[in-house]
């Protein structure tokens, strides 16, 4: 690319009417003018600009002239370039990528994506957390969205689901309700972006169906480590359809091939100061280095029979299906392979609509499913400003389309020729016509029944599940829902609200209720009234502990390597090769971001400087120092932080003998245990990381937390 200075006093610089005395505004030495392969600006008119730099004024000193037409368009639109942010679901990401058919469903459904295997669709994906706003930070407590557009052959698909298989309330109508209740409260608009505070807790106590919702929420399922190592589901259960209309009960799920990984609290709260961005840049530099993310799609298929004999109805979407009793059957792989050339463009402009579904796949009756696929279409309008939405590239569905709607703001297609109505008698050029065999066909289910405003009886049950939940998860898994628990109900202040979550805790599991009234120092309530009795205990599930559905290799995972000057060159080489071979990625934090002269003279640059990369952004960390550089860090607060905070986070510890002195400071020594690792050879190096597939040493937590003991 050429760029050609440009000097004070140019013409392009000066006030119109002045000798060339006046100053030229911005730009000086290194101001660019168009020319080469440099286009030249242009007014949104296209009319070629001279100066983008001042305003046309009269006299250098003089007031403005209205007659600025380049001025005022350019103001104008700055001044109308925000629009409403999504109501829940604010703060999100975007990536594109491609699904890929690996198991014909054509025996279930006639949906064009799943005849063909190997036949790959193009897709948009929007991950999302849910309470904060637009510029909040990514590691709230939170569910995350995991929305996805196919672009079908025949329209657009959105599957627009959540990290966590159910939710909170059966029926829309109490949707306004819950959310206002988890955002920030109307007086004070705080707290930002976070469940832990009295309206949530309110709501959710009197509304005793969120609690399978809720043990999820204070699982750390709610603090994913990234988007690429959390599940997906689609909630609902849909229908699928095949070519005689005959329709299959389905439930879907995404299962990343990277399997699940989360962080710890303590983290988290720290990763949103150090990196409020934390899970985009990660989603971000895996797709840009060429790690692409991916997911298989499952689906659990089932019939009335199924339906009919299942402890739970199948359309309330505080329940879910077991894998143990529908297994889940992998028939697709989602990958991202594109980050968006525009954010606004494609992330905030891509609109999700429940009610997006091609033929072949269908509603059911879930009450929040039939409430969703009103309010989704409607909130695009408010959004995006125009019906014509769908006419934004990212939302436009890449098959051919037809029909006879027109006009509306900012229309970029109409129907072409005469007849734009139907019927007509204009033959082919009268425009498109419907298909009754290729078009989609809602599912002919026989309704009957009052008119009424009521729940069913099969929904009543607001506990056996939340309990199956509880005694699914590993030791540590439950200690951390305890811990979340007692968390947020400290930050409530009323404490009638505290108890009354308590009291429906007693229906999940008596040792959670103890463990939270006792971190809260609250006599144990009565339990509270049921609306009906819990089902006996049913067996706990492997499929919903993180911690036994973990990676087990340390892929895609990152080092954090804090280096010195003088640190030993063999080391950091061995290690740097035994994290490439793992398919891991290392970040090189130093004293000076200038970087550091390894021990043969070797200079290597840093990533992070010390303060600005602490040790909750990396999965594991190693210190490899020189005495001299030991002795440094040894001094530096923010080295010693970068040790106890891994220490504390029961994270894997690589470090060279030299790092004595900085774990001395740091009050480590008499700690250090069996994922604190030594290095002095290239072998110990290779056991560090053999050692990191754990993720974490989650023994060491009882020693690290006051709560475990
Ligand atoms: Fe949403 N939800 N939702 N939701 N939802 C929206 O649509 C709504 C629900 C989900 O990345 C909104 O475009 C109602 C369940 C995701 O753009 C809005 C109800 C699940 C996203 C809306 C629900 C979701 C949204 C806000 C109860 C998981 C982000 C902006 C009946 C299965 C999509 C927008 C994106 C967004 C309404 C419940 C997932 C207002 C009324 C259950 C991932 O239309």
Not at 271 to 295: C, K, V
Not at 370 to 394: A, C, E, M, W
Not at 411 to 433: K, L
Request: hydrophobic share 40%.
């Amino acid at each position: 690319m050429s760029t050609k200075a440009k000097k004070s006093g140019d013409k392009a610089g000066t006030a119109p009417g002045t000798s060339g005395e006046a100053h030229p505004g911005a730009g000086g030495e290194t101001h660019q003018v168009a020319g080469g392969d440099v286009a030249t600006l242009t007014t949104a008119q296209g009319a070629p600009v001279a100066d983008d730099q001042n305003t046309l004024r009269y006299g250098p000193r003089g007031p403005a002239l209205m007659e600025d037409f380049h001025f005022r368009e350019k103001i104008f639109h700055f001044d109308h370039e925000r629009i409403p942010e999504r109501v829940v679901h604010a703060r999100g990401y975007g990536a594109h990528g491609y699904f890929e058919l690996t198991d014909s469903l054509q025996d279930v459904t006639r949906a064009d994506i799943f005849q063909r295997v190997g036949e790959r669709t193009p897709a948009f994906v929007r991950f999302s957390t849910v309470a904060g706003a637009k510029g909040s930070f990514d590691l709230a407590r939170d569910v995350r969205g995991f929305a996805v557009k196919f672009y079908t052959q025949e329209g657009n698909w959105d599957l627009v689901g959540n990290n966590i298989p159910v939710f909170f309330i059966q029926d829309a109508i109490k949707f306004p309700d819950m959310v206002h209740a988890v955002k920030p409260a109307p007086d004070r608009d705080f707290p930002q972006a976070q469940s832990a505070h009295d309206n949530f807790w309110d709501f959710v106590s009197l509304t005793p169906e969120s609690f399978h919702m809720i043990m999820w929420v204070m699982s750390d399922r709610a603090i994913p480590r990234s988007f690429r190592f959390m599940e997906g589901f689609g909630v609902h259960t849909f229908r699928f359809l095949d070519a005689r209309n005959r329709s299959t009960f389905v439930k879907f799920h995404w299962k990343p091939k990277m399997r699940l990984q989360s962080v710890v609290w303590n983290e988290a709260v720290k990763i949103n100061g150090a990196d409020p961005d934390f899970h985009r840049r990660d989603l971000w530099d895996a797709i840009t280095s060429g790690d692409f993310p991916e997911w298989e799609l499952g689906v659990q298929l089932f019939d009335d029979a199924f339906a009919e004999k299942f402890a739970f109805d199948v359309l309330d979407p505080t329940k879910l299906i077991p894998e143990e009793e529908i297994p889940v059957r992998i028939v697709g792989r989602l990958v991202l392979d594109r980050v968006v050339d525009n954010f606004f463009a494609e992330t905030e402009q891509v609109a999700f609509c429940t009610q997006n579904v091609p033929p072949g796949i269908d509603f059911s009756n879930d009450p929040l499913l039939q409430g969703r696929n009103f309010s989704y279409l409607d909130t695009q309008v408010k959004r995006l400003g125009s019906p014509n939405f769908t006419h934004i590239p990212i939302n436009a569905p890449k098959c051919p389309m037809a029909h006879f709607q027109q006009d509306g703001h900012m229309a970029m297609r109409n129907p072409i020729g005469r007849a734009n109505y139907e019927p007509n008698s204009w033959g082919a050029a009268g425009g498109p016509r419907e298909d009754p065999i290729r078009g989609f066909r809602s599912f002919a289910a026989e309704e009957t029944g009052p008119k009424v405003r009521l729940r069913p009886e099969s929904f009543a049950d607001h506990y056996s599940q939340a309990r199956q939940f509880v005694i699914s998860q590993t030791p540590i898994e439950r200690k951390h829902i305890g811990d979340a628990i007692t968390f947020e109900l400290s930050k409530v202040e009323r404490p009638e609200i505290r108890a009354r979550v308590v009291s429906h805790l007693r229906h999940v599991d008596e040792d959670l209720a103890r463990t939270v009234a006792n971190g809260l120092g609250l006599k144990l309530p009565e339990p509270a009234k049921a609306a009906r009795p819990v089902i006996a205990d049913l067996p706990p599930s492997d499929a919903l502990s993180i911690v036994r559905n973990g990676p087990d290799s340390f892929a895609g995972r990152k080092f954090g390597i804090l280096l010195t000057d003088g640190a030993d060159a063999a080391l950091f080489d061995a290690l740097v090769t035994a994290a490439e071979t793992e398919n891991a990625v290392y970040a090189i934090v130093a004293p000076k971001i200038g970087g550091v002269t390894l021990s043969d003279g070797r200079a290597v640059a840093a990533q992070q400087k010390i303060d600005g990369g602490p040790s909750v952004l990396f999965d594991a960390v190693a210190v490899i120092a020189s005495p001299d550089g030991a002795a440094l860090l040894a001094g530096d607060a923010a080295a010693r932080d970068f040790v106890t905070d891994a220490f504390a986070h029961c994270k894997f510890i690589g470090y060279t003998p030299e790092a004595n002195a900085l774990f001395a400071r740091a009050g480590l020594a008499d700690d250090l245990d069996d994922a604190c690792i030594l290095m002095e050879t290239a072998d110990d190096v290779e056991d560090f990381v053999a050692s990191c597939r754990a993720l974490r040493f989650w023994d060491r937590e009882s020693k690290v937390d006051l709560d475990a003991g």
